[in-house]
């Protein structure tokens, strides 16, 4: 099998992709905010593009609940953020402990959505807003999960197996990234930013369980987060008309979906512009007020998920060098 080129484009994945966005750029004249949470509910089947089997696009409708799950349960403990810090650790360490099984094949993905729209429910100003947006996003993944089923499905092997990984590294790797989300969010809370979970949904979405992806692509989707949330920043600087926010969703989520078979980390850049645009469309402050530290809060959380991947893996292969004391 030839390796995939680091930027694909495929006119197919590009269709599906458009037709897929229909419904949030139609939404998205009348209602923004409503046309973005239907956007973000199309990303994993986006993710997916045409390289998916049937079973693997049935996923699509329950991680779009869990994402809106996440994103509500993140309003609720929003109001407590010593409790809200607590959660965001115990999600990390528990969703990481659960990816360690490959027989979970959903705990992968609630990584790269659930536990970033669980960030970004700490930004929502109440929960009966936040389970609009949370129904909306499912609303998009059943959509989404019926259009995919007009294309045929992919070969079962097109896509690796996942392999077990021992619970101590899957360990490992959710005291990192919890401890990542968990003091972005605590800077958040305690610097009184207006979107407190901005900083922890940054740091999340950067994050990967597998050390190896990290490493060799860490800077990578780094870049592409950062400039997904300049992009997102920049957008709502300029106050767009909401034909211009439907011509945006319809752009980014076909863009993005042609793009979906790149070898690098391309994607994450199309779904931090949505994402991070899911906090902006509300925002009721002057532009100059919270550019500046939405760039600065992302820049954090980004900064806070790559030291937690320095120092965590390095102090428990240090602990895992010391020598066992006889009894």
């Known amino acids: 099998m030839s390796p995939r080129p680091p930027i694909a484009w495929s006119w197919r994945n590009a269709a599906y992709g458009a037709v897929l966005a229909l419904p949030a750029a139609v939404v998205s004249l009348a209602a923004p905010s409503a046309g973005v949470a239907l956007a973000v509910g199309v990303l994993p089947a986006a993710a997916l593009g045409l390289r998916s089997t049937r079973a693997e696009r049935r996923l699509v409708v329950l991680i779009g609940g869990v994402a809106g799950l996440s994103l509500f349960i993140g309003s609720l403990v929003a109001p407590w953020p010593a409790l809200a810090v607590l959660t965001v650790f115990a999600l990390c360490v528990g969703v990481a402990l659960l990816t360690a099984d ?12 659930g536990l970033p729209l669980f960030g970004a429910g700490l ?30 499905p992919a070969a079962s092997v097109a896509r690796p197996p996942r392999s077990a990984a021992p619970r101590s590294a899957m360990l490992a790797y959710g005291v990192q ?3 990542a989300g968990a003091v972005a969010a605590a800077c958040g809370f305690a610097l009184g930013v207006d979107h407190p979970g901005w900083a922890c949904t940054a740091a999340l979405l950067v994050s990967r369980p597998d050390r190896r992806q990290l490493d060799a692509r860490g800077w990578g989707r780094a870049f592409s987060v950062i400039g997904g949330a300049l992009v997102a920043c920049l957008i709502a600087l300029a106050n767009p008309s909401n034909a211009a926010i439907a011509v945006l969703a319809f752009a980014v989520i076909a863009i993005g979906t042609g793009t979906s ?18 906090l902006l469309l509300d925002d009721t402050e002057p532009a100059a007020h919270w550019f500046l530290e939405r760039v600065g809060m992302t820049l954090l959380g980004i900064a806070l998920a790559l030291l937690a991947a320095w120092a965590v ?9 010391r020598p066992v004391p006889p009894s």
Not at 261 to 278: I, K, N, Q
Not at 313 to 321: E, K, L, Q, S, T
């Open 123 to 152: 930004s929502s100003s109440s929960w009966t807003g936040a389970l609009s947006g949370g129904l909306l996003i499912l609303a998009g993944s059943v959509y989404a999960w019926l259009v995919s089923l007009a294309w045929p």
């Open 102 to 113: 490959p027989a979970r094949r959903l705990a992968p993905l609630v990584l790269m959505l």
């Open 313 to 321: 893996p390095a102090v428990a292969r240090r602990h895992a060098a």
């Open 177 to 179: 990234i919890g401890l």
């Open 261 to 278: 078979g790149s070898r690098w980390y391309v994607f994450p850049f199309f779904s931090t512009v949505l994402v991070l645009s899911l």
